[in-house]
């Protein structure tokens, strides 16, 4: 049996067995295993760990059959968001949960008064932008050579690509 979501742009389905919650630093060994092993370029325990404990962020899992497969952390500051960290575990990609999890968030948003989610992200980062890009998200500025890439890369440098959503109420 699956559940079906909307959001702005598109279809959701889920499997029913999926869960939201918000998450602590009591499963920061969790989230850093899944930030390790799923990321290409992972936060570090301690970046998590600060992202975690600042309680003005949002911090949300997602969890099949109890099982934490990914999370998001989320930055409000007045009527806007800034995405800070999304990943799903490596072997739970692909599966609709990234964006089950952003749908989620933007759901919590809305009920707290934002408007607008901004997030940043490497522009070689495929999945992520056609993640965002499947959402609504829009591309509204480049830093150029903003990131620092793996130094066995060609290129050293790597450009952020800032993405908006405007949320409806
Ligand atoms: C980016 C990430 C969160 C996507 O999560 P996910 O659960 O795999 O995404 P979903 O299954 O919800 O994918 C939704 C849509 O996004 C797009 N997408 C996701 N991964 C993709 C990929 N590898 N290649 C192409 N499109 C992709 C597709 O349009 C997909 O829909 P479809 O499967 O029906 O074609 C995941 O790949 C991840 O954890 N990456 C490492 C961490 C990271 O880069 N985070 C972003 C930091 S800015």
Redesign the pocket.
């Known amino acids: 049996m699956k559940l079906v979501t909307t959001t702005k742009t598109k279809l959701i389905t889920r499997p029913i067995s999926i869960s939201f919650k918000k998450f602590s630093h009591n499963e920061i060994e969790t989230i850093a295993s899944i930030e390790s092993e ?4 992972p936060w570090s325990i301690n970046q998590l760990f600060e992202s975690i404990l600042n309680l003005n962020n949002l911090c949300y899992a997602v969890s099949v059959k109890s099982q934490i497969v ?1 999370y998001v952390i989320a930055m409000p500051a007045a009527d806007s968001a800034d ?1 800070l ?4 575990h ?1 072997d ?10 952003i749908d989620y968030l933007t759901k919590e948003l809305i009920s707290k008064g934002i408007k607008t989610i901004f ?4 522009r070689g ?4 932008i ?2 965002y ?2 959402l609504g998200f829009a591309e509204i500025s480049v830093r150029k050579n903003y990131y620092t890439k793996n130094s066995n890369q060609l290129s050293r440098r790597e450009d952020g690509i800032i993405m908006c959503l405007e949320l409806s109420t």
């Open positions: 799923s990321s290409e370029f990914g995405i960290n999304i990943t799903i490596k739970f990609k692909r599966k609709g949960y990234g964006s089950s999890l997030l940043e992200v490497r980062n495929f999945a992520a056609s993640l890009s499947s």
